[in-house]
Each structure stands twice: as structure tokens, then as C-alpha cells.
């Protein structure tokens, strides 16, 4: 079946580190990919998308190129803010029957400190 | 605009009681998904529902585990007799369509005592 695999946290990084969060998947198909953001006490908001391959997803300074060769989707950005401190889970939803599931990776804790 | 609205935040029962998760889908949303989240796991697909049909339970325990979406009213998720195992964070997303955007709620965290 379909499954995501993304880096095992916590990651801690000081203010203005690059950030890598690394994301793998596997699934039949053609699946849409994303990046879903958990800020503490909040529920899960859709930080970043792409549908084909070679798309890249951007938002909020952050930014992921969906990489059919080598079935991966991972999440960068520049340079992080404390602000961007949170859980972010990858996530897969298939182009088939069932093309409403959304499969999650287990997600990764980010904390920046200042 | 109110989001994806889900009560209570927290919710403890003890072994062998009913556990009733409430979600309201945000305006104008007729579709709405379960997920559970368990001790360091990802989020697993429940169950989805349309207005007062169960479209797709395949992510349901076979047993104790029940969802409704009633014409009038929020989405219910029932665990009845709840063991130690349900402890978890259940999440509810509504969208406007199957292949649209999900929209998630902020969670029920359960615990089972």
C-alpha cells in the first residue's frame, strides 16, 4: 500500500539555519504530495503542495520539488525562524479509487531557538 | 470564517467506558475524514463520511469503533468500552468535495486511564 517515510525528529536548529526535512514515499500511481504544518495547540494546515512530478511546492519561505526518480519530497528552507518551530508531516493522497486518503508520515518536531 | 471545529480538546475516560468525539466540518463542507494518531505513529485514515452516509470505513476497527454524520449536527466518532490501546489524538478534516483540499481540526486527545 501506500506509505510515507520522512526523517526522524527532533530536529533542533539555531535561528537562520538551513533546514532539511528529509521525505520518501512509496505508492502505485501517480500521487499528489504534500507538506502539512502542526503548530503547537493547533490543528494540521497544508503548508506546501505538488501534483506531477518536477513541481515544486513554496510557501512561507519553504520549499519541496517532487522527485519521481527518486520518490522523495523533501522540505528546505533557508533559513528558519523560531517562529517556524512545529511538527511538519509529509504526506501522500493517491490519483486512484481512493483518491480522498491521505497517507501521513509520522512526523518530525522542529524547534529553532534564538 | 470558523474552521474545522472538534470537541473536546481532551478527553480522559477509564477502561470500559463510551468515548463520543465530536466534529463540526467548516461552512459549506459536506465531506468529512477521521484520522488517528497514535504514540509516535503518523496520522491513519478512519473513515469517511457525506451527510448521512458512510462512504468508505475501511480504516475503522472492526469493533467499538462507530462514526456518524447526521443531517443536522456534527460528525460523532463513538468508541464504546475504551481500552488503554485508544488512547490517541483523533483528527477530523471536512472538505467540500473527495478530491478537493481537506481542511483539519485541531484534534481530540484521548486518554484512557
Known amino acids: 500500500g501506500d506509505s510515507v517515510t520522512q526523517m526522524e525528529g527532533p530536529v533542533t536548529l539555531s535561528e537562520e539555519a538551513f533546514l532539511t526535512i528529509n521525505c520518501t514515499y512509496t505508492?502505485?500511481?501517480?500521487?499528489?504530495l504534500f507538506w502539512y504544518v502542526q503548530y503547537p495547540g493547533e490543528g494540521l494546515q497544508l503548508l506546501l503542495k505538488?501534483?506531477?512530478?518536477?513541481d515544486k511546492g513554496s510557501n512561507k519561505g519553504f520549499e519541496a520539488t517532487y522527485r519521481k526518480e527518486t520518490t522523495s519530497f523533501h522540505l528546505e528552507k533557508g533559513s528558519v525562524q523560531v517562529s517556524d518551530s512545529a511538527v511538519y508531516f509529509c504526506?501522500?493522497?493517491?490519483?486512484?479509487?481512493?483518491?480522498?486518503?491521505?497517507?501521513f508520515g509520522k512526523g518530525t518536531l522542529l524547534t529553532v531557538n534564538p | 470564517n470558523a474552521g474545522v471545529m472538534q470537541n473536546p480538546r481532551h478527553l480522559v475516560r477509564r477502561r470500559g467506558q463510551e468515548a463520543r468525539l465530536r466534529c463540526s466540518p467548516m461552512?459549506?463542507?459536506?465531506?468529512v475524514y477521521w484520522y488517528r494518531q497514535l504514540p509516535e505513529e503518523g496520522l491513519k485514515f478512519m473513515v469517511y463520511?457525506?451527510?448521512?452516509?458512510?462512504?468508505?470505513e475501511s480504516g475503522m476497527p472492526k469493533e467499538r469503533f462507530s462514526a456518524e454524520f447526521p443531517k443536522e449536527g456534527p460528525s460523532i466518532l463513538r468508541i464504546q468500552q475504551v481500552v488503554r490501546g485508544d488512547s490517541a489524538a483523533y483528527f477530523c478534516?471536512?472538505?467540500?468535495?473527495?478530491?478537493?483540499?481537506?481542511?483539519f481540526g485541531q484534534g481530540t486527545r484521548l486518554t484512557v486511564v
Open positions: 478534516a471536512s472538505s467540500d468535495g473527495g478530491k478537493t483540499e481537506a481542511f
Open positions: 505508492a502505485t500511481g501517480y500521487p499528489s
Open positions: 505538488a501534483t506531477k512530478a518536477d
Open positions: 504526506a501522500l493522497r493517491n490519483s486512484g479509487g481512493s483518491n480522498y486518503k491521505l497517507a
Open positions: 461552512k459549506g463542507h459536506s465531506h
Open positions: 463520511l457525506q451527510k448521512e452516509n458512510i462512504i468508505d
